[in-house]
């Protein structure tokens, strides 16, 4: 069954949410970015990827234009509209990937305790370190650069870490 875009209904596909704050800047491109190199790896049929926010303030709009134009450079292309984190995502996504420390307690406060060891800082998986994905909303668009490459290498070593 597809309901709404969403496929893990069908119960055949990992799927792994992605969630930040506003779900206009890093949580859309980090779903994005995660589609394009599963789609390279020919595994796009094993898997499905959506993003969320923990806030409601974007809630129906479509992407930032700056989180946009970083990953359009990239030769990612985003399509995506804002909704925020439910109660039902914890028993809809396989891993939840969170980008800040703030948004990783908000995240764990929606969801049951049993539920808790599938939500992660993305970070954790970082060849180069760090813990937080740095919010760019106040930033420049170099900090949307650089938010890109955050994500592209914490994927890349997330997807042969825990899925293949
Ligand atoms: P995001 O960035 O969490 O990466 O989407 C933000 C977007 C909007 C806001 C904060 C962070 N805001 O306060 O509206």
């Known amino acids: 069954m597809v309901t709404g875009g969403r496929n893990y209904f069908c119960g055949m596909k990992k799927s792994v949410l992605f969630v930040c704050l506003g779900n206009i800047c890093r949580s859309p491109m980090a779903a994005a970015i995660f589609n394009h190199q599963i789609a390279k790896m020919g595994l796009d049929s094993a898997f499905f990827a959506d993003s969320c926010g923990t806030g409601d303030y974007h809630i129906g709009q479509g ?69 937080e994905v740095p919010d760019p909303y106040y930033g420049t668009p170099q900090d949307f650069d ?16 825990r899925l293949t």
Request: glycine letters at 4%; hydrophobic letters at 40%; aromatic letters at 8%.
């Open 146 to 161: 650089e938010t890109f490459l955050i994500l592209n290498r914490s994927i890349q070593r997330f997807i042969s870490f």
């Open 63 to 131: 992407a930032d234009s700056r989180t946009l134009a970083a990953a359009e450079k990239q030769g990612v292309a985003i399509t995506h509209t804002v909704r925020q984190l439910q109660a039902d995502d914890f028993e809809n996504f396989d891993h939840i990937l969170v980008m800040d420390q703030q948004n990783y307690r908000n995240t764990l406060r929606v969801a049951d305790a049993h539920h808790h060891p599938k939500v992660e800082l993305i970070r954790t998986y970082d060849p180069d370190g760090g813990i």
